[in-house]
């Protein structure tokens, strides 16, 4: 038996132990009227050693998280979902047998606990109970309290346990709540509208990515998670809503790594009669504007660098920013054959039909993108590149497009939408015979968006966020893996034969 397994009988053992003496091991009556946050402040006004006043009583439940017992007294942390308070049991307060009961509980135990408020002499505001009783038994040891999770797969599998024992955890969850809901209210307050578009989809569009693939059995018809909502939202704007919306799942059947997990979280939106230089100062306005209501300040620390948001952010063309950061000659750039060769030259494999533009942007990618800390907005992408972007009017080859950058990442992508079906439906066409015949990314036409915008789409400018990396910037967390609650991992090894050894002791 695994020295895991060994633990968890000998816990089971205690629990038909306590069963035994009448304990209740799971009940579901006990309703507490108060949480530890709302208690905590009342201690202010209380001296050491004094009772508050007037003797109101309280009732809290949550886990417990520490235990120190003696002959005749015991103290107990427990924790609710809002913080913590010591809990102080008395003998000749609670009754012998119910004390002596109690001293056969464990740490992680969920407990429910009446009593009266008051100061110890250390000055620890507690709750000094006249009634305790057992909500829930814990069968598995919680983690030492000074180690907590160590191991990083391990926090990743059992989020339920890293959220007990490490408040940070708690609190990056919690932030990321903040952060979606401060986005939901800034474009609200902009007027626009919140929808739902398809999850499964026919075609999957909107994108260039490897899709997850199921079949509908009542239809008889294959269906893709989808990659991007964005060609439902733009039908939106064909059907009159003219500001939308959508913070969802896509889906990509792609690697894992610290930046990219197959189920994450966008934010994409859409707003009639706007350019991308709307959208660049929105988000601008945006996020900085949620990171001073997140963290209190425009200027964060991520993962050891300096980073200020405050506005105005930097905007490069992606020339600009080759010859500023890369150091490549404004002369090269202009000459697609030296393009071409020195993306060859950097070991950067290109397709057979891949053009300047195509070879201009992996250069960006290769010695630019990573050195880009500050957000720095770099616009005029090549047409090659964008599919979905409307042409600049001066010049054809690039279009009304940008990416942001901050730390070296990829946040947000936005562009003047295109909005000519014929011009449409040509770069469907090039984009699916430049995949060929590609396995693992489908080429198909939507031939429905294109009817949609053969009705007429208004001029128009979308972008997709990413809200995994927003939360990341903002909680300084390393991995996308720590601000997804439950992320993608490979089956644990020996879990199963774990379970069945248990279960036949």
């Given at each position: ?7 968890l009988a ?5 629990a ?5 003496l ?23 006004l209380?001296?050491?050693q004094?009772?508050?006043p007037?003797g109101?009583v ?11 017992k ?10 609710d ?6 809990i102080?049991?008395?003998l ?5 047998a119910?004390f002596?009961?109690f ?20 000055g ?15 069968l598995?040891?919680l983690p ?31 932030k ?11 474009l ?9 578009t ?17 079949h ?5 018809m294959d ?8 060609l ?16 969802n ?14 189920e ?8 009639a ?16 504007s ?13 993962q ?5 948001l ?8 992606m ?15 202009a ?10 030259e ?6 057979d ?7 201009k ?9 990573d ?10 992408y ?6 979905l972007?409307?042409?600049?009017e001066e ?9 942001l950058?901050?730390t ?11 909005n000519?079906p ?6 469907f ?7 060929g ?35 990341m910037?903002?909680t ?20 199963a034969?774990?379970?069945?050894e248990?279960?036949?002791?």
């Amino acid at each position: 038996m695994s020295e895991e397994n060994q633990t968890l009988a000998q816990r089971k053992e205690k629990a038909e132990a306590l069963a035994e003496l009448g304990v209740k091991l799971y009940i579901n009556s006990f309703k507490p009227a108060n949480c530890a946050r709302e208690l905590l402040p009342k201690g202010d006004l209380l001296e050491p050693q004094q009772a508050e006043p007037g003797g109101a009583v309280y009732s809290i439940a949550g886990r417990v998280l520490a235990m120190r017992k003696f002959g005749k007294a015991a103290f107990c942390t427990v924790a609710d979902g809002s913080g913590q308070i010591q809990i102080y049991l008395k003998l000749d307060i609670l009754g012998e047998a119910v004390f002596e009961t109690f001293k056969k509980w464990d740490i992680g135990d969920i407990v429910g606990v009446v009593g009266t408020l008051f100061k110890t002499k250390v000055g620890e505001l507690s709750l000094q109970a006249s009634e305790i009783v057992m909500i829930s038994k814990s069968l598995r040891p919680l983690p030492d309290k000074w180690h907590g999770l160590s191991d990083v797969e391990t926090r990743y599998r059992q989020r339920y346990v890293d959220l007990i024992v490490t408040p940070e955890t708690r609190e990056t969850f919690r932030k990321r709540v903040e952060i979606i809901r401060l986005v939901r209210e800034h474009l609200s307050r902009r007027n626009f509208m919140e929808v739902e578009t398809p999850m499964m989809q026919p075609i999957p569009g909107g994108a260039t990515a490897k899709p997850f693939k199921t079949h509908h059995n009542a239809l008889d018809m294959d269906l893709y998670l989808r990659i991007a909502p964005e060609l439902y939202l733009k039908r939106l704007l064909v059907g009159g809503f003219e500001r939308v919306f959508e913070i969802n799942r896509n889906f990509r059947n792609e690697g894992l790594s610290t930046r990219h997990n197959p189920e994450f979280t966008m934010l994409e939106f859409y707003q009639a009669y706007a350019t991308y230089e709307d959208l660049i100062n929105l988000t601008e306005e945006m996020i900085s504007s949620i990171c001073q209501a997140v963290n209190g300040s425009m200027k964060i620390t991520y993962q050891g660098q300096e980073v200020d948001l405050t506005p105005p952010w930097t905007k490069l063309t992606m020339d600009e920013a080759l010859m500023q950061v890369a150091g490549i000659s404004a002369d090269l750039l202009a000459d697609d054959a030296q393009v071409m060769a020195l993306a060859r030259e950097k070991g950067i494999k290109l397709e057979d039909n891949a053009g300047p533009g195509k070879a201009k942007t992996e250069l960006f990618e290769l010695l630019v993108e990573d050195r880009l800390i500050n957000p720095t907005f770099i616009t005029r992408y090549p047409t090659e590149v964008s599919p979905l972007a409307r042409r600049n009017e001066e010049d054809p080859s690039v279009t009304d497009r940008f990416e942001l950058f901050i730390t070296g990442r990829e946040l947000a992508n936005g562009f003047s939408e295109l909005n000519d079906p014929r011009d449409q439906l040509s770069r469907f066409e090039k984009q699916i015979a430049d995949r060929g015949d590609d396995d693992e990314i489908h080429p198909e036409l939507d031939a429905d968006y294109i009817r949609a915008l053969e009705y007429g789409m208004p001029s128009a400018a979308g972008e997709g966020i990413g809200i995994d990396r927003l939360v990341m910037l903002l909680t300084d967390a390393p991995s996308i893996r720590d601000v997804i609650l439950f992320p993608h991992l490979k089956p644990e090894a020996g879990l199963a034969a774990d379970r069945d050894e248990d279960a036949g002791q």
